[in-house]
Each structure stands twice: as structure tokens, then as C-alpha cells.
């Protein structure tokens, strides 16, 4: 099913506390990201990655942190400094290959407590 | 980095109207032009892609058109239907920088 699989479907964190997010891929691309979906905001660009070991930071990358020590693996953590987490967020990946298409994973709603 | 602007950010239609949704980008090299269809609660997932080399694509109901002088390509949806109803995203690329960035979305109502 897309390849890319996220988990867990739904997160409750408390205030003040870290949470990871787990995005695993088996479609062999090299690229990996992460998205952040607020109503009426559309995706925003968190992180994203090209390929192992190297990650460059998106449009609103404060409060997050990610690793990229395998292909297929690109973690995700919202840290205690990201002021507002609740939201939805989604992983994608893409081939570095002449079609570009984005396949998403199924999404994690994060909601702070 | 790219610049991308869609428009209209809502749109309202009958069933059987037509709808077109407008995707504004900067970087002039940009050469990938994809529309993706998110439904409520679901992943975003591709639906029609152009290439710079072609100025329309058509699939059934959907088409997209580009003008690469102009900087900006369209999503067409003939026949609309209540299963059209959803949010569209636009994501211009160019090979090798895989920066992608999304437009803020288009949300289609099909009123029966």
C-alpha cells in the first residue's frame, strides 16, 4: 500500500515532553520528507532528506529534529521547543530518478495533552 | 527556493460544471508539474503529471495545461462529480533539487 509507512496512526504527547514520529520506506528512494498539515495551511516543509546521513532543514524546521541513518528510515521528533504540535503530519518520499512523483504515507495526527 | 501560489484557494461548483485550479511558480527551471488529490483524512496522492516538454496532458475528466513562459500550469476537471470533492495540491520541481515545495491547496466542493 504507497510503500511508506507511518506510525502510529494517532499520538497524544503531554506538554514539555519529546515525541518521535516513525517514517519507513520500501520503494528504495533516496529522498524523504516531512510535511506538516494544519487546516487552511496546506503541506509545509519541515525536513527533508536527499540521502543517508544528510538532512536539510525546510520552511519551519524550529521545534523538530530528524536522522537519516538508513535509506529506508527517516525519524521525525517533535521537541518541547515546538510551541504549537498539534497537528497532522505526513512522511513522503521520492525517486531522485527522472519521475518525481511524491508517495505519502498515511499520516500521524499529533495531539498535545 | 521555489515560490509556489495556487488559486482559488476554495471553489464551489455543481455537479456536471466544470473546475480549474491555478498553480503560479518562480523558478523558471522548474520541469516537473504535478496536481495531487487529497480526500478528507487521506494521503495526498498524484493524479496528473506534466513534463516541461508537453504543453497538455488529458486522462479522462482531468487534464493539466502549462505555460512555462507565463510560469504557471492548471488543473481541469470536466463533468465534476461528488467524488472530485477534496483538496488539490500543485508541487513544481526540477530534477536534482528535491526541495518540493506544495501550494497551500485548493479545496473543491461538487454540489449534487
Known amino acids: 500500500d504507497g510503500g511508506i509507512t507511518q506510525s502510529p496512526k494517532y499520538l497524544f504527547r503531554k506538554e514539555g515532553q519529546n515525541v518521535t514520529l516513525s517514517c519507513e520506506q520500501n520503494?528504495?528512494?533516496?529522498?524523504m520528507y516531512w510535511y506538516r498539515q494544519d487546516p487552511g495551511q496546506g503541506l509545509r516543509l519541515i525536513y527533508y532528506?536527499?540521502?543517508?546521513?544528510?538532512?536539510q532543514k525546510g520552511d519551519i524546521a524550529e521545534g523538530y529534529s530528524v536522522s537519516r541513518e538508513k535509506k529506508e528510515s527517516f525519524p521525525l521528533t517533535v521537541t518541547s521547543a515546538q510551541k504549537n504540535p498539534t497537528a497532522f503530519y505526513l512522511c513522503?518520499?521520492?525517486?531522485?530518478?527522472?519521475?518525481?512523483?511524491?508517495?505519502f504515507g498515511q499520516g500521524t495526527r499529533l495531539t498535545v495533552v | 527556493g521555489e515560490n509556489v501560489e495556487q488559486h482559488p484557494s476554495t471553489l464551489s461548483v455543481q455537479e456536471g460544471d466544470s473546475a480549474v485550479i491555478k498553480c503560479t511558480y518562480s523558478?523558471?527551471?522548474?520541469?516537473?508539474f504535478p496536481w495531487y488529490k487529497q480526500e478528507l483524512g487521506k494521503r495526498p496522492q498524484l493524479i496528473i503529471d506534466?513534463?516541461?516538454?508537453?504543453g497538455e496532458k488529458k486522462d479522462q475528466r482531468i487534464a493539466v495545461t502549462l505555460n512555462k513562459t507565463a510560469k504557471h500550469f492548471s488543473l481541469h476537471i470536466t463533468e465534476t462529480q461528488p467524488e472530485d470533492s477534496a483538496v488539490y495540491f500543485c508541487?513544481?520541481?526540477?530534477?536534482?533539487?528535491?526541495?518540493?515545495?506544495f501550494g497551500i491547496g485548493t479545496k473543491l466542493q461538487v454540489i449534487p
Open positions: 513522503a518520499s521520492i525517486t531522485t530518478g527522472s519521475n518525481t512523483e511524491a508517495f
Open positions: 532528506s536527499q540521502i543517508v546521513n544528510d538532512f
Open positions: 506534466i513534463r516541461s516538454n508537453v
Open positions: 523558478d523558471s527551471a522548474s520541469n516537473y
Open positions: 508541487a513544481p520541481t526540477r530534477g536534482g533539487y528535491q526541495k518540493v515545495t
Open positions: 520503494l528504495n528512494h533516496d529522498a
